[in-house]
C-alpha cells in the first residue's frame, strides 16, 4: 500500500544500536536500478519521467506493506533539506521523489543517474541486514517492472564502470579519538583508490561502488575489511588517549553535557563540537548520565536541516531552537536506558 503521507517522522532513519556502534554509527547499502521500457535517466523527456513515477507509484499500490511517497514538489525548502539530510532525496531539487516504509529506515528514491536507488540501513556495523532489506525491496519491484538487465553482465546502467550487480555499501564512522590525537588524516586513506570517503555531519562515510562484474560478496568484503582497520585504529587511538588523559576527557565530556542542557542558545558549529565531545566520552565509558544511543540521537537532531522542522517554534532563531531541541531529546531519552 501507498499513501501520501509525507509529514517528518521525529524518529531517526536508522536504528540507534548496533555492532560496533561506539565506532560505526550506521551501515547502508544500495541497489542501483533502471528500467527496460525507458531510456536512462539522462536522456528522458519530461513525460518519461511522469512515466517512470507512474509506474513505480503502481507498483507500490500494490503491495501489502505501507510504504509513504514523499514529493519534493509539494514541500517547503526546510522539508525538502530535511529530508535530503536523511538520504531521502538525491538532493534539495523540486523533482526529488522517494518512497519510504513506515520505519524510515528503507526506501526507493530516483535517482541522480539512474532510474532508481534502493536503499536500506541499520545501526551499528551491519551490511547483512539493510542487505536483505534491500533484496526484498528489489524482488517486489522487479516482478512488477521489467528492469534492464542481461544474463551475462548483470544489471545495466548508464555507468559502464558499474554494471554489474549495482551494490553500493558505506558505513558512516565516528572517529574522534582519531581526530583528537591528529592521526586521522594519516590513517582515513582509501586502499588504492577502491573506497569513497566523505566527512558529513561530524562522521566519515565510507563507501565502494562495485566494479563492473564484481560479485557482491566481493563488494561487502572490500567495504569491511577497510572499515574493520579504521574500527581498530580508532580504538587503539582512544586506549591511548585515555591511559593518559582519562581524567581530561571525563571533565570534558561532562562539560559538554552541562552545556547543551542549560545553553539558551546553541550554534551548528558549537553544539556539533560539543556532541563530539561527548559522545566520544561516553563511548569510553566515562559519562553515565547519557546512553551511546542517545549521544546519536542528539548529534544527528543538532544538524540545521533537523532543527528547522522537528522544533515547533519557527518565530526563534535556529540557534534557540537547537538549545530547546537538545534538551528536549536528551529529557525524553534520559533514565529510559536508550
Known amino acids: 500500500m501507498l499513501t501520501h503521507s509525507s509529514s517528518p517522522r521525529n524518529a531517526l532513519w536508522f536504528p540507534l544500536q548496533g555492532p560496533d556502534s561506539d565506532v560505526v554509527v550506521f551501515s547502508e547499502i544500495f541497489l542501483a536500478r533502471n528500467l527496460a521500457t525507458l531510456p536512462f535517466l539522462h536522456r528522458m523527456t519530461d513525460a518519461q519521467r511522469l512515466e517512470l513515477r507512474r509506474m513505480v507509484e ?7 506493506e505501507t510504504y509513504r511517497l514523499i514529493d519534493a514538489e509539494q514541500q517547503s525548502d526546510a522539508l525538502r533539506a530535511f529530508h535530503a539530510f536523511r538520504g531521502h532525496f538525491a ?15 528503507s526506501f526507493v528514491r530516483f535517482g541522480v543517474r539512474d532510474h532508481l536507488e534502493i536503499s536500506a540501513r ?18 517486489l519491484l522487479e516482478d512488477r517492472l521489467e528492469y534492464a538487465v542481461s544474463l551475462q553482465l548483470g544489471y ?6 558499474r554494471v554489474g550487480s549495482g551494490l553500493t555499501a558505506a ?9 583528537q590525537s591528529e592521526a586521522v588524516e594519516g590513517v582515513v586513506q582509501p586502499g588504492d583508490g577502491e573506497c569513497t570517503i566523505d566527512h558529513i555531519g ?37 586506549g591511548n588517549l585515555l591511559s593518559h588523559h582519562s581524567e581530561a576527557v571525563a571533565e570534558a565530556g561532562h562539560r559538554a553535557l552541562g552545556t547543551l542542557l542549560h545553553a539558551r542558545r546553541l550554534a551548528a558549529s ?23 544511543p542517545l549521544a546519536t540521537e542528539l548529534m544527528m537532531k543538532s544538524h540545521d536541516s533537523q532543527v528547522a522542522v522537528l522544533t515547533d517554534d519557527d518565530s526563534s532563531a535556529l540557534d534557540i531552537r537547537r538549545a530547546r531541541l537538545m534538551k528536549d531529546v536528551y ?8
Open 58 to 64: 503502481t507498483a507500490f499500490q500494490e503491495q501489502e
Open 91 to 105: 538532493d534539495t531539487g523540486a523533482t526529488s521523489i522517494a518512497v519510504v516504509d513506515d520505519a524510515s529506515s
Open 122 to 139: 541499520a545501526g551499528g556495523f551491519d551490511l547483512h541486514g539493510p542487505r536483505q532489506r534491500c533484496e526484498h525491496i528489489d524482488q
Open 156 to 161: 545495466l546502467g548508464p555507468d559502464l564502470r
Open 171 to 179: 558505513v558512516y564512522l565516528h572517529l574522534s579519538a582519531l581526530e
Open 202 to 238: 561530524g562522521l566519515y562515510r565510507i563507501s565502494y561502488a562495485a566494479r563492473a562484474g564484481e560479485p557482491e560478496e566481493e563488494t561487502l568484503s572490500t567495504l569491511a575489511g577497510y572499515a574493520n582497520r579504521l574500527v581498530h585504529y580508532e580504538r587503539e587511538a582512544r
Open 270 to 292: 558549537e553544539s556539533a563540537e560539543l556532541i563530539n565531545v561527548l559522545r566520544f566520552a561516553v563511548a569510553a565509558g566515562l559519562v553515565d548520565e547519557v546512553s551511546l
Open 331 to 338: 529529557r525524553s531519552r534520559a533514565g529510559t536506558g536508550v
